[in-house]
Each structure stands twice: as C-alpha cells, then as structure tokens.
Nanobody
Framework: QVQLVESGGGLVQAGGSLRLSCAAS????????MGWYRQAPGKQRELVAH???????KYADSVKGRFTVSRDNAKNTVYLQMNSLNPEDTAVYYC??????????????WGQGTQVTVSS
C-alpha cells in the first residue's frame, strides 16, 4: 500500500510565501512523475506543477515565475515553494505521484489535500 502525506498549507497574506511538502511511503519500487494539483471552490482540479524523475518540470501558466517544484528522490518527497501568493491561489492543494508499487505498471496516487488560503 502506498500513501502520500502532505504538509505545509495554511493562511498567508497576499505577497507572502508557503512551502508544501509531500512524502510518499509504503511499498514503492519506482516513482515517475511527482507534482501538485489544486482545486478552488466551484472549480475543477487543475495542474499546478510537476517534476519528472529526471528533473524536468512543467508549470501552469498562472504560477510560472512564482512557484517552484522540486523533489528529493532519496526521500520520495516532492516540494512546492510558493512565492508572491495572491488570493487567486486559494485552493486545496493535492499531491500526485505516478508510482510503481507492484507489478510493471505505474498507478496514480493522491494525497489527502492541504488547504492554502491567501488573504487580500
């Protein structure tokens, strides 16, 4: 069984920063992509950023230049450094990872979500 546990959400004023962390644990043979999605009230879940096993990254246009995604493969952990936050960044942030647990295939796993609230 695989678990993703997130931490680091909270309340911050506009212009402030937060750092999210997500650690994967359990029966893990290999991890491909790790990243972050978010879902604001009344909106669909959207990709924020992800990082491939080789280190390449991809960002949503709305966060480019403000957010940085990184990973520590030794710790099976992905991070999201969020700077210059604005109220539009308010959402529940979910960690996501493609993990080979048993067998040959990679399956998508999700964290429980962490609330990020940015006040104006």
């Amino acid at each position: 069984q695989v678990q993703l546990v997130e931490s680091g959400g909270g309340l911050v004023q506009a212009g402030g920063s937060l750092r999210l962390s997500c650690a994967a644990s359990g029966r893990i043979l290999s991890i491909n992509t790790m990243g972050w999605y978010r879902q604001a009230p009344g909106k669909q879940r959207e990709l924020v950023a992800h990082v491939f096993s080789g280190g390449d990254t991809k960002y949503a246009d709305s966060v480019k230049g403000r957010f940085t995604v990184s990973r520590d493969n030794a710790k099976n952990t992905v991070y999201l450094q969020m700077n210059s936050l604005n109220p539009e960044d308010t959402a529940v942030y979910y960690c996501n990872a493609l993990i080979q647990s048993t067998g040959l295939s990679y399956d998508a796993y999700w964290g429980q979500g962490t609330q990020v609230t940015v006040s104006s």
